[in-house]
């Protein structure tokens, strides 16, 4: 007799699936029983903010609720087959790229082999869609005698490399107290009926890291949609930070306030025009909040052109099993593999 716990059982499955043996790809890839056409490839690799941990939950919630084909690509150790982050140079699967319609980059320092580094190189080239995630204002550092170093996050050949050409800023410093001040998104009153926006008010944004310095203004094109307000600690609640006194002045963190995320469109040698989306923000457990998650879902569909389908109502609800862990160097979760995020 068929039993209804298995029909739901069915019905999840599709949801979470592997191409291939989960056990033999050192990627996640998620296929959608009700899949709405389009493939958004994540390209993850930080030390300290727990890219290996936000960007699959975002990757499911995007593909289980709204019918995106999702990749989620890792820094793997080659002779164990686990997700080590503080590997640089080796991110396997970018080959998926080459029919991806988005973008979502989360690395820090990546130092790739020309082979790997020519897949994203070549994409953001076509001019498709790119959200860039906290370091990824430097996402590469490439020695200058190899053919992508102009990519590296400070360099001369393109200014300041792919953060500063394309995301709009390259790593400057941290604005907010490293590990001591939080973040918490407030929306510009002239944006708060943007698409990426819809739905979230003041404060819903949080993320325990701390707010990015940013030269101010951006580069022409750029157009903050989130401001991040430094806050007093460590908690949603705390209220925003004290003045300081610096060198007998009065320096405030919050006067003038730093954009936390930000659109820009930009016209490349392809002669389309890209469409890019990027934040300071990312902490893993900054996705907990529900007003993250929600910017980051929102931003999927304004970067690939569906903001009319954006009502600030989609559901960005927790997949399977989320608990991330704290940001900070050599403390990744250790000896897991790509298919263990499944669960």
């Given at each position: ?6 029909a739901t059982l069915l019905i999840w499955i599709p949801t979470l699936v592997t191409a291939g043996d989960p056990a033999e790809t050192p990627w996640i890839s998620l296929k959608p029983e009700n899949h709405n056409g389009k493939h958004i490839v994540f390209v993850t690799g ?206 405030d963190k919050n006067n003038p306030i730093m954009p936390l995320a930000w659109v820009r469109e930009l016209k490349g040698s392809s002669g389309k025009t890209q469409r890019v989306f990027s934040t300071t923000m990312g902490a893993s457990q900054a996705f907990t909040r529900e ?53």
């Amino acid at each position: 007799m068929f039993q209804p716990w298995l029909a739901t059982l069915l019905i999840w499955i599709p949801t979470l699936v592997t191409a291939g043996d989960p056990a033999e790809t050192p990627w996640i890839s998620l296929k959608p029983e009700n899949h709405n056409g389009k493939h958004i490839v994540f390209v993850t690799g930080d030390e300290e903010y727990r890219s290996e941990e936000g960007m699959p939950q975002l990757a499911k919630i995007l593909s289980k609720h709204h019918g995106f084909h999702c990749t989620v690509l890792f820094s793997i150790d080659a002779e164990n087959g686990c997700i080590d982050p503080g590997v640089l140079d080796n991110i396997p699967g970018l080959k998926a790229l080459d029919d991806a319609d988005l973008l979502v980059l989360f690395t820090r320092f990546r130092n790739l082999p020309d082979e790997q580094m020519k897949h994203i190189a070549d994409f953001v080239e076509s001019g498709k869609p790119v959200i860039g995630l906290r370091t990824s204002t430097h996402a590469f550092d490439i020695p200058n005698d190899r053919k992508y170093h102009r990519w590296s996050f400070r360099n001369d050949q393109w200014k300041d490399g792919f953060g500063r050409q394309i995301m709009g800023e390259t790593w400057i410093a941290h604005h907010g107290g490293h590990g001591w001040q939080s973040t918490s998104g407030i929306i510009p009153a002239d944006m708060k009926q943007h698409p990426i926006v819809r739905g979230i008010n003041d404060g819903e944004i949080w993320d325990p890291s701390d707010v990015y310095t940013v030269r101010l203004p951006l580069p022409d094109g750029c157009i903050p949609v989130v401001m991040g307000r430094v806050l007093s600690g460590m908690n949603p609640e705390d209220g925003p930070c004290e003045p300081e006194e610096r060198d007998g002045k009065t320096f405030d963190k919050n006067n003038p306030i730093m954009p936390l995320a930000w659109v820009r469109e930009l016209k490349g040698s392809s002669g389309k025009t890209q469409r890019v989306f990027s934040t300071t923000m990312g902490a893993s457990q900054a996705f907990t909040r529900e007003g993250s998650r929600r910017l980051l879902v929102q931003a999927c569909y304004w970067c690939l052109g569906m903001e009319e389908k954006i009502d600030g109502k989609g559901n960005v609800s927790i997949v399977g099993k989320f608990k991330p862990t704290s940001f900070g160097f050599n403390s990744h979760t250790k000896n897991v593999r790509p298919k263990d995020l499944l669960d």
